[in-house]
T-cell receptor, first 111, second 116 residues
Framework: GDSVTQMEGPVTLSEEAFLTINCTYT??????LFWYVQYPGEGLQLLLK?????DKGSNKGFEATYRKETTSFHLEKGSVQVSDSAVYFC??????????FGDGTTLTVKP | DTAVSQTPKYLVTQMGNDKSIKCEQN?????MYWYKQDSKKFLKIMFS???????INETVPNRFSPKSPDKAHLNLHINSLELGDSAVYFC???????????????FGPGTRLLVL
């Protein structure tokens, strides 16, 4: 079945540090890939997505590139802020009506 | 306007009680979901409905029963609550098969259930 494996947390960084959260997947067919972010006390919201190989999703300074050859969709940001502290979920959708989520990575950014 | 709303936001109850959580979406989506998030933030899908028809029913105790009166609503009823049911329950919606598999899910704010 489909699965998503993402970097275990928690991750603690200083403000302005570079962020990478690794995500790899297993799926049949050609999935769409997503990063969702969950701020404290809130529901998940879409951060970015990519729908085909070599696509790059970007939003709020975050980027991720759909790498079919390595089945990966790593999340990066060049300079994190305290306000980026949240839980980040990698996800895929390979079959309409069902998304598969990773276990989440908690990021804490310290001033 | 809130796209996906849930009520109540907090629910504290005794073991053995029966409770319901309501969800409504105003996005015009035809698919709705219930997820359970535990204290370690793991997210687990419970149910999915498409046009009021159940399409995903993961291994969930029979005490949990979803009901979809129409495409915009998906409620969750829980019988005989147990301590292990304490978690945050999220409702979500998406448009089935939108642009292939490009189904962005839209989540509600969550219902924090505490069973004492």
């Amino acid at each position: 079945g489909d699965s998503v494996t993402q970097m275990e947390g928690p991750v603690t960084l200083s403000e302005e540090a570079f962020l990478t959260i690794n995500c790899t997947y297993t799926a049949t067919g050609y999935p769409s890939l997503f990063w969702y972010v969950q701020y404290p006390g809130e529901g998940l919201q879409l951060l970015l997505k990519a729908t085909k190989a070599d696509d790059k999703g970007s939003n709020k300074g975050f980027e991720a590139t759909y790498r079919k050859e390595t089945t990966s969709f790593h999340l990066e940001k060049g300079s994190v802020q305290v306000s980026d502290s949240a839980v980040y979920f990698c996800a895929l959708c390979a079959n309409a009506g069902k998304s598969t989520f990773g276990d989440g990575t908690t990021l804490t950014v310290k001033p | 306007d809130t796209a996906v709303s849930q009520t109540p936001k907090y629910l504290v109850t005794q073991m053995g009680n029966d409770k319901s959580i309501k969800c409504e979406q105003n996005l015009g989506h035809d698919t709705m979901y219930w997820y359970k998030q535990d204290s370690k933030k793991f997210l687990k899908i419970m149910f999915s409905y498409n046009n009021k028809e159940l399409i995903i029913n993961e291994t969930v105790p029979n005490r949990f029963s979803p009901k979809s009166p129409d495409k915009a609503h998906l409620n969750l009823h829980i019988n005989s609550l147990e301590l292990g049911d304490s978690a945050v329950y999220f409702c979500a919606s998406s448009q089935f098969g939108a642009s292939g598999n490009h189904e962005t899910q839209y989540f509600g704010p969550g219902t924090r259930l505490l069973v004492l």
